[in-house]
């Protein structure tokens, strides 16, 4: 009689698949994910309110057609170059150090017409600018 008992085989277990599968997921989580990326540039968007404000006696007035036509203070100027424009401005403000500027610009102007005057008025050292617009009521 023999009480030995038999010599078993060790169970190897083979992980070769497992870090296979392991592997796969985690390329599958890697290629899947989606970074949210930041904005580098911190904006506050400007807010409009529907309150009419009174145009100051000593604010200068400039409007710009369609046509790319200047008006200062409702006086037309003979054409649109950079030095004509900050001539007007300067006539305009006459004997005032610093005055707020009113563009009120067609929809149908051109954008560098509006830059333009923007930039006459920087070199004249004038910062206070704002633009004159028309309330939108929304159809509801």
């Known amino acids: 009689m023999n009480f ?3 010599k078993t085989e060790d169970l190897g277990l083979d992980i070769t698949p497992l870090i296979d599968v392991v592997f796969l997921l985690l390329i599958f989580f890697m290629v899947s994910t989606t970074f949210e990326r930041e904005s580098e540039v911190n904006i506050t968007l400007p807010e409009a309110s529907k309150e009419i404000t009174q145009a100051k006696p000593d604010a200068i007035n400039i409007a710009i057609d369609a046509q790319s ?3 200062i203070n409702d ?3 003979v054409n649109s170059q950079l030095s004509t424009i900050k001539q ?3 006539d305009a403000l006459g004997n005032l150090e610093e005055a707020p500027i009113i563009i009120s610009a067609d929809a ?3 954008h560098q017409m509006v830059v333009k005057v923007m930039d006459a008025a920087r070199q004249l050292n004038l910062v206070k600018i704002t633009f004159a617009t028309r309330i939108f009521e929304e159809d509801q």
């Open 75 to 77: 006086r037309e100027l």
């Open 69 to 71: 036509h200047i008006y």
């Open 88 to 90: 007007g401005i300067y």
């Open 108 to 110: 149908q102007a051109p």
């Open 4 to 6: 030995k008992p038999d």
